[in-house]
T-cell receptor, first 113, second 113 residues
Framework: ETGVTQSPTHLIKTRGQQVTLRCSSQ?????VSWYQQALGQGPQFIFQYYREEENGRGNFPPRFSGLQFPNYSSELNVNALELDDSALYLC????????????FGNGTRLTVT | QQQVKQSPQSLIVQKGGISIINCAYE??????FPWYQQFPGKGPALLIA?????SEKKEGRFTISFNKSAKQFSLHIMDSQPGDSATYFCAASRAGGGNKLTFGTGTQLKVEL
């Protein structure tokens, strides 16, 4: 059974640029969530996708957007990058949209300079 | 607004000792309380979880104690080992909130020989 995989593992961008992060969910999981983890902090919920539709969103501005594909893989897009966007971005998948434990990938470390 | 408060921020325990990490929550709608373990460079991994219909859950050396009236829950690691050295996060989610987790700020545990 393949776990949650994320790419790339590390990324450096300049303020104002756009970035796309990718996630392959665990086999059999139809729900994907994205979290932002600043250094020394707990993960913060960005949004969740269930069967290709956004199914819940945290307190993040619209420049954070996402997609989920028919194979349940997902992308996180961030436009107009700011220095405060520097963080570890975690993808988590679960077998259903409610009441299911989350299985996290190892994240993408984004640095904005 | 921090809805899940975690303490202590860091903890040093001798090998074989008991590690105790505490969390308090504010939102009485929370009904699922997991603990995650995170090693450097890795994503969080689910350790153990509890729902408020029970006051305690044990899995191996890990025990969650839950006090609904006080809105507090804690993680006990018995016979702590150097391999347990990691950052631990408590979290909570509410019914109808999908799989959105609200995390605490983390406890960095070091188990010394």
């Amino acid at each position: 059974e393949t776990g949650v995989t994320q790419s790339p593992t590390h990324l450096i961008k300049t303020r104002g640029q756009q970035v796309t992060l990718r996630c392959s969910s665990q086999s059999g999981h139809n729900t994907v969530s994205w979290y932002q983890q600043a250094l020394g902090q707990g993960p913060q919920f960005i949004f969740q996708y269930y069967r290709e539709e956004e199914n819940g969103r945290g307190n993040f501005p619209p420049r954070f957007s996402g997609l989920q594909f028919p194979n349940y893989s997902s992308e996180l897009n961030v436009n107009a990058l700011e220095l405060d966007d520097s963080a570890l971005y975690l993808c988590a998948s679960s077998p259903d949209r409610v009441g299911s434990p989350l299985h996290f990938g190892n994240g993408t470390r984004l640095t904005v300079t | 607004q921090q809805q899940v408060k975690q303490s202590p921020q860091s903890l040093i325990v001798q090998k074989g000792g008991i590690s105790i990490i505490n969390c308090a929550y504010e939102n009485t709608a929370f009904d699922y309380f997991p603990w995650y373990q995170q090693f450097p460079g890795k994503g969080p991994a689910l350790l153990i979880a509890i729902r408020p219909d029970v006051s305690e859950k044990k899995e191996g050396r890990f025990t969650i104690s839950f006090n609904k009236s006080a809105k507090q829950f804690s993680l006990h690691i018995m016979d702590s080992q150097p391999g347990d050295s990691a950052t631990y996060f408590c979290a909570a989610s509410r019914a109808g909130g999908g799989n959105k987790l609200t995390f605490g700020t983390g406890t960095q545990l070091k188990v010394e020989l």
